[in-house]
């Protein structure tokens, strides 16, 4: 068999080629001056001009046309059969294969080509071309300031803009950024909004490369780990559906709403299962549902977020936030409306057995809550205006926490590339990056994204992109310096000493106020009973106690200030008696220096 490979040259590279060379200049046309046109001008003399000693520029603005592309996929099926045989039929193909292999040219053909396999097989295997020479080399260290420069803005193409409310990377290299659009503000949703959302080519911001169309504006989108043509999906409505990009914008199923959650769905993760298809959903109406894509009829579990333990869905918490860390896959979190954080285990074997823990510090809902990938006992919590690290065995208090600040906190996530490294981001547009190693009164580096509220956040598996989605549905993807994505020397040793520090140090301070309120237990224990009493009325009601101390300290104030006053004015009129005391004394010194004074002089 002849092998034939066929050289391809593009077509401006054929022709002869331009040459320019210099030359002399040539006249070409010789215009005589109109001594007629004299009479249209007056003489001006003199003259005055002003010059500038300098080269004059001229600036122009061009608009070039935007150059827009589009992708395109393509399936290969097997082929090359003859019309007659159906290659889904086996036996056609069985009795095909056999006529094949008979004829005289198959076993030639076959030998010509195992010689070219051979040879190309003996080549690869002659050197390996990833070969990493350097890989025992140290890289050094060196110390740059941190940064990070915006690589690409994708802007929502409806009139109507609605916010970014979640983002997820694409698990095959993270070439694609899926963005859920929708409207979070009640009420506030226009009857000609769009309830499409967009995966982006994180290279081509012009144009979405595919659309998803759901029956209600996603709140929550994300890629299936394990295959990244289907993306699980949460609905405004409740209803949860996932999407095969292989089959089309539409989704291919969807709960039923009878079924569904009742309001938003604000989290939906993928389980780590043998199958790949089954995923949990969290909803403020206070229900965690667990589903299987194959059949999305009804949840194959539910549980009802009770802080009570009772299982009633009127004392039920509103879910926000969850997490699920497949090394842990019994166990998962949520975040609740409440500020509160509930550590559940799936496995237990009744509903109150299942709510595990439950950690108590935010004053506002729990916009945000993760694991850090480092370490599993330790987790992130973002809500109000702080941002607190947590560990599994402190339930009083979190370990540590940043300052509060002047505007409101949306979203955060750990460093995937860092331990010590989270983000977080707020309602004034800000994204902060904060480096617990480095410093932890303040951000390592704090960027002004945009001038409206960041909604969400999320970062790419080797921690070099992050993307953030702002108000009116701008997703800006950021690259950050080497220093911020690169492990540092001796930092997981480093962070672990940190966190058991702190740990240790809440785990004393604990001790010390459960021993401060068993003694005072005891002392109350042995007061009288009109005290007691007093004070089981006090406990029962908290409002007017925390009234009665308000006006209290008001009327104290008050009294303060009036003692405060009636002293400043006794000391003012003292002043003015002492003042009028020494006007008095004067004239009757001047008074008897006259009298004394003799009649001549």
């Given amino acids: 068999m002849e092998i034939v490979y066929v050289y391809t040259k593009k077509r401006n590279e054929f022709g002869r080629q331009c040459n ?60 090359g059969w003859p019309k007659d045989v159906n290659p889904q039929e086996v036996e056609q193909v069985l009795r095909f294969r056999k006529k094949v292999e008979k004829d005289e040219m198959y076993i030639t053909t076959i030998q010509q080509l195992g010689n070219v396999m051979e ?29 990070a ?29 899926a963005v859920a659009y929708s409207n ?12 499409d959302s967009y995966i982006w080519d994180i290279e081509n911001p012009n144009k979405p490369e595919f659309t998803l169309k759901p029956v209600s504006p996603l709140v929550c989108l994300e890629y299936n780990p394990k295959d990244v043509h289907v993306l699980i999906g ?88 969850l997490e699920y860390e497949s090394t842990i896959p019994t166990k998962f979190m949520v975040g609740t409306e409440q500020g509160t954080i509930i550590s559940c285990n799936r496995k237990a074997k009744t509903p109150a057995e299942k709510i595990v823990a439950i950690y108590k510090e935010h004053i506002g809902p729990v916009y945000s809550l993760q694991r850090n990938p480092f370490f599993p006992k330790n987790f992130l919590t973002v809500g109000d205006w702080t941002a607190r690290i947590w560990s ?37 547009g800000t994204l902060d990056v904060w480096d617990y190693l480095f410093k932890q009164s303040d951000p390592t580096l704090s960027l002004q994204v945009c001038d409206e509220a960041l909604h969400s956040l999320r970062v790419q598996d080797q921690g070099r992109l992050i993307a953030t989605g702002s108000h009116t549905g701008t997703t800006t993807l950021l690259e950050l310096s080497d220093g911020l994505c690169t492990m540092q020397r001796n930092e997981k040793a480093l962070v672990t000493a940190m966190f058991e520090r702190e740990t240790k140090r809440e785990k004393i301070l604990e001790s010390r106020q459960r021993e401060l309120r068993l003694k005072r237990a005891g002392q109350s224990a042995l007061g009288d009973q009109d005290e007691e009493e007093t004070g089981a009325i006090e406990d029962e009601d908290p409002v007017g106690r925390a009234e009665a101390d308000f006006f209290a300290i008001i009327n104290a104030e008050k009294k303060k200030h009036e003692q405060a006053k009636a002293k400043q004015e006794a000391e003012s009129a ?12 004067e004239e009757k010194q001047d008074e008897e220096k006259i009298e004394e004074t003799p009649v001549g002089q």
């Fill in 234 to 321: 949460g609905c405004y409505n409740g209803q949860v559906a996932f999407w095969d990009t292989r089959k089309g914008s539409q989704a291919v199923e969807m709960s039923p709403v009878e079924h569904s959650h009742h309001d938003p769905v604000y989290k939906t993760i993928w389980l780590q299962s043998k199958t790949g298809t089954e995923c949990f959903s969290a909803s403020t109406d206070g229900q965690v549902l667990w589903w299987d894509i194959r059949k999305l009829g009804e949840p194959t579990e539910k549980l009802i977020m009770d802080p009570t333990k009772k299982g009633k869905i009127e004392n039920a918490q509103g879910v926000l936030a």
């Fill in 119 to 147: 040879h190309c097989i003996r080549q690869n295997n002659a050197i390996d071309i990833y070969e990493d020479y350097f890989a025992d080399l140290d890289v050094e260290q060196t110390e740059e300031t941190p940064s």
């Fill in 20 to 79: 320019f060379s210099d030359r002399p200049a040539e006249l070409h046309v010789d215009i005589l001056p109109d001594e007629s046109l004299l009479q249209n001008f007056i003489e001006k003399n003199p003259v005055d001009r002003g010059t500038q000693c300098v080269q004059e520029m001229s600036e122009h603005e061009v608009n070039t046309e935007r150059f827009e592309t589009d992708t395109r996929g393509i399936n290969h099926v097997e082929g």
């Fill in 574 to 585: 003292a002043a003015a008696a002492i003042m009028e005391d020494g006007e008095n004394e």
């Fill in 149 to 177: 420069k915006t690589i690409n803005v994708f802007r929502d193409p409806n009139e109507v803009k609605r916010s970014a409310t979640h983002l997820s990377w694409d698990p095959d290299g993270a070439r694609k950024l």
């Fill in 392 to 428: 599994e065995d402190i339930r009083e208090s979190s370990i540590m926490w940043t300052k509060h600040h002047m505007s409101y906190m949306t979203d955060g996530c750990w460093s995937p590339a860092r331990p010590a490294v989270f983000f977080t981001t707020k309602m004034d």
């Fill in 184 to 195: 979070l503000e009640f009420q506030r949703s226009s009857s000609n909004s769009s309830f």
